[in-house]
């Protein structure tokens, strides 16, 4: 299949703009380049969150589909991406503005089946048309750096808005979720409680001994390891309600603003305060 002007357009748009693209302002989009028999290829698509990997589905060929839009009618089953994952699972992902190699992983039987009803049901995909047959692949997450010459700084701005972005796409979906929220949506949560509690424990174990060696920046960094002692908290306890039997969306939504509310606080300190010290850093 030969790839759209639409295809191209988004790339471009995602490139340019650090993983915006206008029309998906509500949907996680990535860019996969594969390396198939016709060359490198890379498409635009959704994604779900899924702990330490991402999930695609191979649901209809093209720009990545709106949630919950259903293929064009005549559509191929497979897109051209899947089969050059198949000929080679070696792929390229561009997350917003990080980029990593992984190896992508064609998910089968009950384990495919599973995930491909969870993002059924969080509209992720629409059910029929033939795409209650889609394939799911997993695209395990590695690690990734920033632009090339990035001041340390402006990199760590670019983590944050990360979180931001992820944050503010779940209070969206929490909001639109109804009484109790789907298992997609807690899986999303529970994703984003990770990554914070893994770019915290960074900082405190790794950025801020490094900064210490300036005396001026120690009541700075006190305020900064108690405030993720906070945001510690605020986590546990967002992923127990998460984690409940029987989870009451409001009770999700609140904490979830709760969470973004200290997170903003945190965040704006941080950046006041540290990024022109690590911007003027050594690269």
Known sequence: MVHTDDDDRVVEEYRANRGRVAGYERSRLLLLTTRGPGGPRTTPLTYLPDGDRV??????PGTAPVPGAAPAPGAPTLPAWFHDVLADPVVTVEDGPFSFETRADVLEGDEGDRLLARAVEAGAVAGGHGTDAAPVVALPRARGGPPPGLPWGQALVLVHDTFRRELALIRDEVARGGPAPGAQLRVSCLTVCAGLHQHHHGEDA????MLARDPALGPVLDRLRGEHAVIAALLDELQAVVRADASDGDAVLREVDRLVEE??????YEEEQLVPVLDAAPA
């Open 263 to 268: 997170l903003e606080r945190h965040l704006a």
């Open 206 to 209: 790794g950025m801020f001994p």
């Open 55 to 60: 999930l695609v589905l191979a649901s209809a």
